[in-house]
């Protein structure tokens, strides 16, 4: 009788770059390639699987901040910092072209089906239609008022979805050149988008923790999740369009629609994934953290509806054994909703070049840059491996796709997955040996005892070029200190995205086996019940038991006051605290609710937001640059108007109480400019906001 194996666990982790990854991107075609983009300004091609890079692309001027493949997996496309668009040819190994237009950080990319147009995304809240072919911008699509997070293209390619920060989906008609539709229903950035297949059905994941279904002939929303997992970053539907693969932060959501049903719940483990994508009854998942990048598997065939025990009854599941399907143009769902025609029109490429709507004329600058091209380079790291993928013998297929096999699972520990999340793979950089990794093809073959020992040889390995210096190990009888494991200077910002405490090791806080645990002077014994652990590991956590009920009785109190309809002074109650934390959470709301915002509330934050930028903390810094942000946009022509206003003749109490109040919120603003100067050499995400916020200050000048 064959071994149990995990529904889920963990493939690999390994360094990607020599400074922090930006963003990735899984082929979705065979969900064995990846891309990754850094604030080194390189893009480097991976094989799922496997830790060596296979090319790396270099030619940008600034960190990379949005990569895509191609449709087929033969191209590959690069937004940068500055705005500037970079596409290369993977199988010949060299740059295609160089597109420039867009005045802000490029956030998201698409390629059209057919493979001669591809779509950008900005944080200038433009979206723009490029040929390739003819090197420039056809179109530029203007209705966002915030970045946008993602694009895709229908189908048939005659449409663009677009999802943006602002919250709203916008279907765009591209033949027309104008905006078809725009769907408000969601309550939060809108991360991730994806067509069904077959018919004409939109889904769409948010940060309010909901995946909404569009109806793409009515353009009503049809069926909407029950919003009981956190926010949706990624979504997919199953390659035949059976159900929608949801993923949030740690959890795997397959839902399905008409009815609205949640099909089952699979504990990952995964932290904050990115990028999820499906291959050989295989659920891939990819995320980064600081220069590391890992990658998790999920078996399909133990998950419903393709098998596995069900998270809830479900009266009507889908049929997974069906009849051989007809074409997709003839497939109808259960409604009769239409299906889209992906076969391309044979006449657009001989009467016209281009059949969408271009714009009068494309202002100079803007298009191939030439020199640009000309610094860029492919260095290929593994022939090998990108001779396998991109250059195969028979140029049918340019990815692994008709060799890969699925990635065998480890076995089952016997600990039920929905208790508890797969333990983490601990990247040891100490260790000499190399990792030893199976193929696919030739795991298949090998018998279950070499399986089992080729995984526990198998450990995520880095690049030589950008492995960490070693790390002496202590011997067990002496544990480390509390700060040898992860240490920092008081002057680093901690990053919000981390796996552990930073600054100290959560074993040294743990019974150790074998070792005698003395705790005020009393020695246990090491083969200590559950129990009696429990009470040693709660001894000595009063204090932080005092903070947590403080800061909740805090929050009680701001909440009272504020639900009791005086929101003046329930912010003043705030501020009195003295606790940036409370002063956080506040912010956090205040952020997603733009409308409770007028000068009373922005005179009593802004004296505290410059504490915020200038905090150790990563979140508690993205939380005051986006308040910043939100107080700019809105407020930044009325406070500059009103403080550069002429006298009035007359008595008027309301406009000097107006002047008044823009001048001390115009004060405030110049001073958090200055620590906005003095941080501008900051690299990564951080010095991204803060480049951000002082182009924004210009409304001021």
């Given at each position: 009788?064959?071994?149990?194996?995990?529904?889920?666990?963990?493939?690999?982790?390994?360094?990607?770059?020599g400074s922090n990854v930006n963003c990735l991107a899984l082929g979705h075609k065979s969900g064995r390639v990846m891309v990754t983009g850094g604030e080194d300004k390189k893009v480097n091609m991976w094989a799922v699987g496997?830790?060596?890079?296979?090319?790396?692309?270099?030619?940008?001027?600034?960190?990379?901040?949005?990569?895509?493949?191609?449709?087929?997996?033969?191209?590959?496309?690069?937004?940068?910092?500055?705005?500037?668009?970079?596409?290369?040819?993977?199988?010949?190994?060299?740059?295609?072209?160089?597109?420039?237009?867009?005045?802000?950080?490029?956030?998201?990319?698409?390629?059209?089906?057919?493979?001669?147009?591809?779509?950008?995304?900005?944080?200038?809240?433009?979206?723009?239609?490029?040929?390739?072919?003819?090197?420039?911008?056809?179109?530029?699509?203007?209705?966002?008022?915030?970045?946008?997070?993602?694009?895709?293209?229908?189908?048939?390619?005659?449409?663009?979805?677009?999802?943006?920060?602002?919250?709203?989906?916008?279907?765009?008609?591209?033949?027309?050149?104008?905006?078809?539709?725009?769907?408000?229903?969601?309550?939060?950035?809108?991360?991730?988008?994806?067509?069904?297949?077959?018919?004409?059905?939109?889904?769409?994941?948010?940060?309010?923790?909901?995946?909404?279904?569009?109806?793409?002939?009515?353009?009503?929303?049809?069926?909407?999740?029950?919003?009981?997992?956190?926010?949706?970053?990624?979504?997919?539907?199953?390659?035949?369009?059976?159900?929608?693969?949801?993923?949030?932060?740690?959890?795997?959501?397959?839902?399905?629609?008409?009815?609205?049903?949640?099909?089952?719940?699979?504990?990952?483990?995964?932290?904050?994934?990115?990028?999820?994508?499906?291959?050989?009854?295989?659920?891939?998942?990819?995320?980064?953290?600081?220069?590391?990048?890992?990658?998790?598997?999920?078996?399909?065939?133990?998950?419903?509806?393709?098998?596995?025990?069900?998270?809830?009854?479900?009266?009507?599941?889908?049929?997974?054994?069906?009849?051989?399907?007809?074409?997709?143009?003839?497939?109808?769902s259960a409604s009769g909703r239409k299906s889209f025609q992906t076969d391309r029109p044979q006449t657009q490429s001989t009467k016209q070049q281009n059949p969408y709507k271009e714009e009068p004329q494309e202002p100079a600058?803007?298009?191939?840059?030439?020199?640009?091209?000309?610094?860029?380079?492919?260095?290929?790291?593994?022939?090998?491996?990108?001779?396998?993928?991109?250059?195969?013998?028979?140029?049918?297929?340019?990815?692994?796709?008709?060799?890969?096999?699925?990635?065998?699972?480890?076995?089952?520990?016997?600990?039920?997955?929905?208790?508890?999340?797969?333990?983490?793979?601990?990247?040891?950089?100490?260790?000499?040996?190399?990792?030893?990794?199976?193929?696919?093809?030739?795991?298949?073959?090998?018998?279950?005892?070499?399986?089992?020992?080729?995984?526990?040889?198998?450990?995520?390995?880095?690049?030589?070029?950008?492995?960490?210096?070693?790390?002496?190990?202590?011997?067990?009888?002496?544990?480390?200190?509390?700060?040898?494991?992860?240490?920092?200077?008081?002057?680093?910002?901690?990053?919000?995205?981390?796996?552990?405490?930073?600054?100290?090791?959560?074993?040294?806080?743990?019974?150790?086996?074998?070792?005698?645990?003395?705790?005020?002077?009393?020695?246990?014994?090491?083969?200590?019940?559950?129990?009696?652990?429990?009470?040693?590991?709660?001894?000595?956590?009063?204090?932080?038991?005092?903070?947590?009920?403080?800061?909740?009785?805090?929050?009680?109190?701001?909440?009272?006051?504020?639900?009791?309809?005086?929101?003046?002074?329930?912010?003043?109650?705030?501020?009195?605290?003295?606790?940036?934390?409370?002063?956080?959470?506040?912010?956090?709301?205040?952020?997603?609710?733009?409308?409770?915002?007028?000068?009373?509330?922005?005179?009593?934050?802004?004296?505290?937001?410059?504490?915020?930028?200038?905090?150790?903390?990563?979140?508690?810094?993205?939380?005051?640059?986006?308040?910043?942000?939100?107080?700019?946009?809105?407020?930044?022509?009325?406070?500059?108007?009103?403080?550069?206003?002429?006298?009035?003749?007359?008595?008027d109490i309301t406009r000097e109480e107006r002047i008044r109040k823009c001048k001390s919120c115009f004060n405030n603003l110049m001073d958090i400019r200055s620590t906005l100067d003095s941080k501008s050499h900051v690299q990564?995400?951080?010095?991204?906001?803060?480049?951000?916020?002082?182009?924004?200050?210009?409304?001021?000048?």
């Amino acid at each position: 009788m064959a071994a149990a194996t995990k529904r889920s666990w963990k493939l690999q982790e390994f360094v990607a770059h020599g400074s922090n990854v930006n963003c990735l991107a899984l082929g979705h075609k065979s969900g064995r390639v990846m891309v990754t983009g850094g604030e080194d300004k390189k893009v480097n091609m991976w094989a799922v699987g496997k830790p060596n890079c296979i090319m790396s692309l270099s030619g940008h001027t600034s960190a990379i901040e949005a990569v895509r493949f191609g449709n087929s997996e033969e191209m590959v496309a690069a937004g940068s910092m500055s705005g500037a668009l970079k596409i290369w040819d993977l199988e010949a190994a060299k740059i295609v072209r160089t597109l420039t237009g867009h005045k802000a950080n490029l956030r998201s990319l698409d390629f059209h089906p057919y493979g001669d147009f591809v779509a950008s995304g900005s944080l200038d809240t433009n979206i723009k239609l490029w040929d390739i072919k003819r090197k420039g911008c056809i179109f530029t699509y203007k209705g966002h008022t915030n970045c946008v997070n993602c694009l895709r293209f229908s189908p048939d390619g005659r449409w663009i979805a677009s999802a943006g920060e602002d919250g709203s989906v916008k279907l765009w008609d591209l033949t027309a050149g104008k905006l078809l539709t725009e769907l408000n229903d969601h309550t939060g950035p809108v991360n991730s988008l994806e067509f069904h297949p077959n018919e004409f059905l939109l889904a769409s994941g948010s940060s309010d923790r909901t995946a909404k279904y569009w109806d793409l002939e009515t353009f009503q929303c049809v069926s909407t999740t029950d919003g009981e997992c956190g926010g949706i970053r990624s979504i997919s539907f199953h390659p035949d369009g059976l159900c929608l693969y949801a993923a949030t932060q740690d959890v795997l959501k397959v839902y399905g629609w008409e009815p609205a049903r949640c099909y089952d719940t699979v504990a990952t483990g995964w932290g904050k994934v990115v990028d999820i994508a499906t291959a050989q009854s295989q659920l891939i998942g990819a995320l980064y953290s600081q220069t590391n990048v890992s990658t998790y598997v999920v078996d399909l065939q133990k998950v419903q509806p393709m098998g596995g025990v069900p998270a809830e009854p479900s009266p009507e599941p889908p049929t997974v054994q069906a009849a051989p399907a007809a074409p997709p143009a003839q497939r109808l769902s259960a409604s009769g909703r239409k299906s889209f025609q992906t076969d391309r029109p044979q006449t657009q490429s001989t009467k016209q070049q281009n059949p969408y709507k271009e714009e009068p004329q494309e202002p100079a600058g803007q298009g191939d840059d030439p020199e640009d091209d000309a610094q860029s380079v492919a260095d290929i790291k593994d022939p090998n491996d990108y001779r396998e993928i991109f250059q195969p013998r028979h140029g049918l297929s340019h990815s692994p796709t008709t060799t890969a096999q699925p990635f065998p699972a480890p076995p089952d520990d016997g600990i039920p997955e929905k208790d508890i999340p797969p333990p983490p793979v601990i990247v040891k950089h100490n260790t000499r040996q190399q990792p030893v990794h199976v193929p696919p093809q030739r795991a298949a073959q090998s018998s279950p005892s070499q399986q089992t020992q080729s995984r526990q040889q198998q450990q995520p390995a880095q690049p030589a070029q950008f492995a960490p210096p070693p790390v002496s190990q202590q011997p067990h009888s002496q544990p480390p200190a509390p700060h040898s494991a992860t240490s920092v200077p008081a002057s680093t910002v901690i990053p919000s995205q981390r796996e552990q405490p930073v600054g100290l090791a959560v074993e040294d806080f743990l019974p150790k086996r074998g070792v005698p645990v003395v705790n005020e002077g009393q020695s246990y014994p090491s083969n200590m019940s559950e129990a009696e652990a429990i009470s040693t590991i709660m001894k000595g956590h009063d204090a932080m038991v005092a903070v947590m009920s403080s800061r909740t009785k805090n929050l009680s109190i701001v909440r009272a006051l504020w639900t009791g309809g005086n929101m003046k002074t329930a912010l003043d109650s705030a501020v009195n605290m003295n606790d940036q934390a409370v002063i956080v959470d506040l912010l956090n709301v205040l952020i997603f609710k733009p409308a409770l915002w007028n000068l009373d509330v922005c005179l009593g934050m802004l004296p505290h937001l410059k504490d915020l930028i200038n905090s150790k903390y990563e979140s508690y810094v993205h939380c005051g640059c986006s308040a910043l942000k939100l107080v700019l946009k809105n407020f930044g022509p009325v406070i500059k108007e009103t403080v550069n206003a002429p006298p009035s003749i007359g008595v008027d109490i309301t406009r000097e109480e107006r002047i008044r109040k823009c001048k001390s919120c115009f004060n405030n603003l110049m001073d958090i400019r200055s620590t906005l100067d003095s941080k501008s050499h900051v690299q990564g995400k951080m010095g991204s906001t803060f480049r951000e916020v002082q182009l924004l200050m210009s409304l001021l000048e």
